[in-house]
T-cell receptor, first 111, second 114 residues
Framework: GNSVTQMEGPVTLSEEAFLTINCTYTATGYPSLFWYVQYPGEGLQLLLKATKADDKGSNKGFEATYRKETTSFHLEKGSVQVSDSAVYFCASQGGSEKLVFGKGTKLTVNP | DAGVIQSPRHEVTEMGQEVTLRCKPISGHNSLFWYRQTMMRGLELLIYFNNNVPIDDSGMPEDRFSAKMPNASFSTLKIQPSEPRDSAVYFC????????????FGSGTRLTVV
């Protein structure tokens, strides 16, 4: 079945630092890939997605590229803000409606 | 649309009591998912429904857990009897066929079993 592995947290950065959160997937076939974000006290929200190899998803300054050769979908942002502090989840979707989530990576951005 | 609505937001109950969590999905969405979130295990899919029919309940921990979806606008997750290890945040999410993985999550129910 599908699975997702993302880097362990927590990650602590200073404002304006560069962010990378690693995510790799295993799947039969070519799943769609997602990053969701969870702000404190809230449910998860879709941040970005990519549905096929070499697609780049982007939103709010975050980007992730679907790399088939490395089975990866790493999340990046060039300059983080305090308001980006949250938990970030990588997820994949295969042939059904079901999303499989990683364990989440907590990001804290200090001013 | 008000989004996915879950109730209650917080629930504190004694071990052995029955607990019922409720969810109202977004109108027009035909898939509904129940997740449990803990520090130790992260986000676990318990069960999901499509067109009100349970499709995959392999994540339901044991017979103490049951879920129903009597119609397209309402679902319940019941724990009977509850145990302290059931303490977690329970999320409901909904989506629609062709939504390409775009789930809308509720704000969750924080359950504490003492």
């Amino acid at each position: 079945g599908n699975s997702v592995t993302q880097m362990e947290g927590p990650v602590t950065l200073s404002e304006e630092a560069f962010l990378t959160i690693n995510c790799t997937y295993t799947a039969t076939g070519y799943p769609s890939l997602f990053w969701y974000v969870q702000y404190p006290g809230e449910g998860l929200q879709l941040l970005l997605k990519a549905t096929k190899a070499d697609d780049k998803g982007s939103n709010k300054g975050f980007e992730a590229t679907y790399r088939k050769e490395t089975t990866s979908f790493h999340l990046e942002k060039g300059s983080v803000q305090v308001s980006d502090s949250a938990v970030y989840f990588c997820a994949s979707q295969g042939g059904s409606e079901k999303l499989v989530f990683g364990k989440g990576t907590k990001l804290t951005v200090n001013p | 649309d008000a989004g996915v609505i879950q109730s209650p937001r917080h629930e504190v109950t004694e071990m052995g009591q029955e607990v019922t969590l409720r969810c109202k999905p977004i109108s027009g969405h035909n898939s509904l998912f129940w997740y449990r979130q803990t520090m130790m295990r992260g986000l676990e899919l318990l069960i999901y429904f499509n067109n009100n029919v349970p499709i995959d309940d392999s994540g339901m921990p044991e017979d103490r857990f049951s879920a129903k979806m009597p119609n397209a606008s309402f679902s319940t997750l019941k724990i009977q009897p509850s145990e302290p290890r059931d303490s977690a945040v329970y999320f409901c999410a909904s989506s629609f066929t062709g939504g390409e993985g775009r789930y809308t999550f509720g704000s969750g129910t924080r359950l504490t079993v003492v």
